[in-house]
């Protein structure tokens, strides 16, 4: 019966090589879909996976196997090819100096033309150099990704941009082992990036999250989550004591090809982005005394709405009104 059913999936899902140019600069990904990717019917999900140093594509699709979780669930998964097997993250050790940022948003592009994707659910993860470009992408190109997972990759803080500018809330999360004798799971990094533990920092203080959960999943296995009343957003770290550079299988008591479909499916970019005016509290397509009159009775009755919340601190006050006054003046 297993064998059917492997066969069965295996007939109803479709890979393919596919070739752009970003900048005169030919580049490649394989992407693998279920059949009805372009039903009329819906669209579906895309997970970006990408390889770590010296991999590639190919071997990605093998050593993570997430195709076999992704498509049951129609998902779409691509495996993007970085030019010298590598990522451009700002890295001494890195020998790409290519703009993969560009990449990655000209094959989104390409990607939603050719097929029937979900444009508010694209979602990126990585393995080591690839987590290090997915914490660059969640810096760089959280426009068109909602979430992101980085596993054994660090998250490379550079001069170029203090990543503090997305305008939107970042969910992460995070898998990685303590022994892991590449990336350093406790700090100093050997390349300058922040580790694990300066991640959960560096984000938790971006995203405002003030919870922090500890969960046993076994002996050698915790779940931090960090997160916050007010949202869904949530910094995972899965720490695997004794884990040393790998992508973690069942061995381990968990996925981790599983946990990151699960973790994104929790997210729509819509969730974060929002394409309602600024200040458009009542959603009229105008500012006007109607926004101020609403945002001074949300004050009044101690209630909170994200789009009142001008200066995202998390709470509806008279720096809010001041701040929507100047919006409608200006």
């Given at each position: 019966m297993i064998r059917l059913l492997a066969i069965l999936f295996f007939s109803f899902?479709?890979?393919?090589?596919?070739?752009?140019?970003?900048?005169?600069?030919?580049?490649?990904?394989?992407i693998s879909y279920p059949s009805d990717i372009n039903s009329d019917d819906n669209s579906i999900p895309l997970i970006i996976n990408m390889h770590g140093f010296g991999g590639n594509a190919a071997s990605q699709v093998s050593y993570t196997q997430m195709n076999q979780y992704a498509?049951?669930?129609?998902?779409?998964?691509?495996?993007?090819?970085?030019?010298?097997?590598?990522?451009?993250?700002?890295?001494?050790?890195?020998?790409?100096?290519?703009?993969?940022v560009a990449f990655m948003s000209a094959m989104i592009d390409q990607i939603a033309i050719d097929f029937n994707i979900d444009l508010d659910r694209i979602y990126a993860c990585g393995m080591s150099n690839g987590g290090y470009m997915t914490y660059r992408l969640a810096c760089d190109l959280s426009d068109k990704i909602a979430a992101f997972g980085s596993v054994?990759?660090?998250?490379?803080l550079t001069s170029i941009g203090d990543c503090t500018s997305q305008d939107r809330e970042v969910p992460i999360i995070h898998f990685h082992g303590t022994s892991d004798q590449v990336v350093n799971y406790y700090p100093p990094s050997f390349d300058g990036a922040l580790t694990i533990g300066e991640s959960i920092d560096f984000w938790t203080s971006y995203n405002n999250l003030t919870s922090e959960n500890v969960e046993s999943i076994?002996?050698?296995?915790?779940?931090?989550?960090?997160?916050?009343?007010?949202?869904?957003?949530?910094?995972?770290?899965?720490?695997?004591?004794?884990?040393?550079?790998?992508w973690f299988g069942n061995s381990w008591g968990f996925n981790t090809s599983?946990?990151?479909?699960?973790?994104?499916?929790?997210?729509?970019?819509?969730?974060?982005?929002?394409?309602?005016?600024?200040?458009?509290?009542?959603?009229?397509?105008?500012?006007?005394?109607?926004?101020?009159i609403l945002t001074i009775n949300l004050i009044f009755n101690n209630q909170y709405d994200a789009l009142a919340d001008l200066n995202l601190d998390e709470t509806i006050d008279v720096l809010d009104v001041v701040q929507l006054v100047d919006i409608i003046l200006n």
């Open positions: 899902s479709f890979s393919q090589w596919s070739y752009i140019d970003v900048d005169g600069v030919l580049r490649s990904y394989y498509h049951p669930q129609n998902i779409a998964v691509v495996y993007p090819q970085g030019l010298n097997n590598s990522w451009n993250v700002y890295t001494y050790w890195d020998n790409n100096w290519y703009d993969d054994t990759g660090n998250f490379m076994s002996n050698n296995v915790e779940v931090y989550t960090y997160s916050k009343e007010s949202s869904e957003t949530k910094f995972v770290h899965y720490k695997v004591t004794s884990g040393g550079h790998v599983e946990e990151l479909i699960n973790f994104f499916m929790q997210y729509q970019l819509s969730d974060f982005i929002n394409n309602q005016l600024e200040g458009d509290i009542n959603g009229d397509d105008s500012i006007n005394i109607q926004d101020i």
